[in-house]
């Protein structure tokens, strides 16, 4: 007999924004199961940051979540091709303060059972995009 486990697929996308790199920084994560139904939203200031530290910074965000809620299964989406690339192991990781979030991320991954990290373009990633932006707005008001 064989039984086949169904693991449901999640989308994560994910987006980091910072205001003067560096700047007030935010990220913006929205995942979505198998049926495009929104599972959880993340939009959060994350203090003075550059651009590169925002997207690793919502990158680890966005692994946490998908751990501490059980995700097995997720594929996550960027527009970040430095980020994306350095998580694949396509590019080296070069700047040693970047080289901090490049290891947690790392860690982060090998938790989750099946995972893929894409790179996709800004116009597909609208909605984390404007999650990350409105984090950085509300920092400044």
Known sequence: MVILLYMEKYKIYIDGAAKGNPGPGGIGIVCRDSSNNVKF??????????????????????LKKAIEDGLEDITIFSDSSIIVNQVNDLYKVKNQFLYGYYSEAKELMTKVKEIEIKLISRTENKEADVLASNAVVGQQL
């Open 41 to 62: 939203k993340i939009s959060k200031g994350i203090g003075k940051v550059t651009n590169n530290q925002a997207e690793y910074l919502a990158l680890i965000e966005a």
